[in-house]
Nanobody, 122 residues
Framework: VQLQASGGGLVQPGGSLRLSCVASGGTFNANVVGWFRQAPGKEREIVAA???????FYKDTVKGRFTISGDKDKGTVYLQMNKLKPEDTAIYYC?????????????????WGQGTLVTVSS
């Protein structure tokens, strides 16, 4: 299954963006979908993840600002990002894993989409 991430762009600090992750074929094979980001010179890190069984995970620095939501049968997962900060600047990727448990390691995710660039700057 190919995943397509979109919705990135340039936004001022304090602004908002909504990222979308769409599965080819209209539904996810995965039971968990995560959003990851990678800033220049840094390792890829998890930002948020959702299990279609109803659990969610957020990186501490985005709690209260980002919200992940999704629908497995519609093949879509969203990441609503509010109160954006310059340190949120990165390429954002969505990825899926078939196992039902949310994990934070990128190596556990097998279905990756291309990234979408988020730049937070005044």
């Amino acid at each position: 299954v190919q995943l397509q991430a979109s919705g990135g762009g340039l936004v001022q600090p304090g602004g908002s963006l909504r990222l979308s992750c769409v599965a080819s074929g209209g539904t996810f094979n995965a039971n968990v979908v995560g959003w990851f980001r990678q800033a220049p010179g840094k390792e890829r890190e998890i930002v948020a993840a959702i299990s279609f069984a109803g659990n969610a995970f957020y990186k501490d620095t985005v709690k209260g600002r980002f919200t992940i939501s999704g629908d497995k049968d519609k093949g879509t997962v969203y990441l609503q990002m509010n109160k954006l900060k310059p340190e949120d600047t990165a390429i954002y990727y969505c990825a899926g894993k078939k196992g039902p448990v949310i994990t934070t390691s990128p190596s556990r995710y097998t279905d990756w989409g291309q990234g979408t660039l988020v730049t937070v700057s005044s």
